[in-house]
C-alpha cells in the first residue's frame, strides 16, 4: 500500500512540476496562468493534451514542438521530474505529519519557481518570495521552527545578504546581488527557521563558486559574470529541507 502512495505522490508532483512550468514562463510574461491554455513560446500554436504529458511527452516529441518542430528546453522536463522528486520524498519523509507535509508542498513550489525565473531572466519576483515569507511565519505557529525562529529567520536572512550587498559594493563599486536574494533568503529563513540559515548560505555559496569556477573553465567567462544566486539558494535550501539535514549536528558527529 505504501508503495502506492508513493506513486500517487510522484505522480501527482509530476502534473504540478508541468503546472509550475506555466507559472514560470507566464508570470515574467504578465500572462494569465489560467487562460489560454497551454501553447508553444515560439509558434503560438496550442499544445494538445496528449502532447502535454509530464517528461512522457517530452521523450515522445523527442524535445521538440510538433508544430514547428523548435526545440523545447530540457528544463521543462526537469522542473516536472524535481517537482515529483520533491513530492515524493515529502511524502517518504513527512507522510505523518500533514501540515508538513502543505508546508513543504508551498515551501517546495516556491522554490522551483523562483529558481526557474531566476534562471531565465536573474530575476526573484515579489509576488512570490514576500507572500512566502508571510506563508512561512504562518505555518510556524503551528509546526516547527516555531514563531520566533521563523520571524528571526526572515529578519536575519534579509539583513544578511544585505550587509554583504553593501560591503561588496563599497569595495568594488559594482553590485554583487539584487534585492530578489535578499528577500528570498528571508523566505527561506521564515520556512526553515534562524538555525538553518548558516548552512543555506555556506551551502549555496559552495555551489555557486563551484559553478562559477565551472563556467569560467568551460565558457571562458570572468570573475565579473553574474550569477543567479537564488538558483543555488534554491538547492541549497531544497537539500537541506527535503532530507531534514542537520549540518551542524552532522559535522560534530564526525568528531565523536
Request: aromatic share 16%; charged share 15%; hydrophobic share 55%.
Amino acid at each position: 500500500m505504501e508503495v502506492i502512495y508513493e506513486a500517487f505522490a510522484f505522480i501527482f508532483g509530476l502534473v504540478w512540476g508541468s503546472f509550475l512550468n506555466v507559472v514560470i514562463y507566464r508570470v515574467p510574461e504578465g500572462i494569465s496562468i489560467i487562460k489560454p491554455g497551454s501553447f508553444c513560446p515560439v509558434c503560438k500554436k496550442k499544445i494538445a493534451w496528449y502532447d502535454n504529458i509530464p517528461i512522457l511527452s517530452y521523450i515522445i516529441l523527442r524535445g521538440k514542438c510538433r508544430h514547428c518542430g523548435s526545440k523545447i528546453p530540457i528544463k521543462y522536463p526537469l522542473v516536472e521530474f524535481f517537482s515529483g522528486l520533491s513530492f515524493l520524498l515529502l511524502w517518504r519523509n513527512f507522510h505523518q505529519i500533514p501540515l508538513e507535509i502543505l508546508r513543504g508542498l508551498v515551501f517546495v513550489s516556491l522554490l522551483i519557481i523562483l529558481a526557474g525565473i531566476d534562471s531565465d531572466r536573474m530575476l526573484l519576483p515579489d509576488i512570490f518570495t514576500i507572500p512566502g515569507i508571510a506563508a512561512g511565519i504562518a505555518f510556524s505557529f503551528f509546526i516547527s521552527p516555531g514563531p520566533l525562529s521563523s520571524i528571526l529567520g526572515a529578519l536575519i536572512g534579509y539583513l544578511s545578504l544585505w550587509l554583504v550587498y553593501k560591503l561588496f559594493l563599497l569595495l568594488t563599486g559594482k553590485e554583487g546581488l539584487g534585492f530578489g536574494d535578499f528577500k528570498m533568503l528571508a523566505m527561506i529563513g521564515a520556512f526553515m527557521g534562524i538555525k538553518q540559515l548558516l548552512p543555506v548560505i555556506i551551502v549555496s555559496s559552495l555551489l555557486g563558486s563551484l559553478f562559477g569556477i565551472g563556467i569560467i573553465l568551460v565558457k571562458k567567462k570572468t570573475f565579473s559574470t553574474m550569477l543567479p544566486f537564488g538558483v543555488f539558494l534554491s538547492i541549497a535550501s531544497w537539500i537541506l529541507y527535503i532530507f531534514n539535514l542537520d549540518l551542524f549536528n552532522l559535522y560534530m558527529g564526525l568528531w565523536r
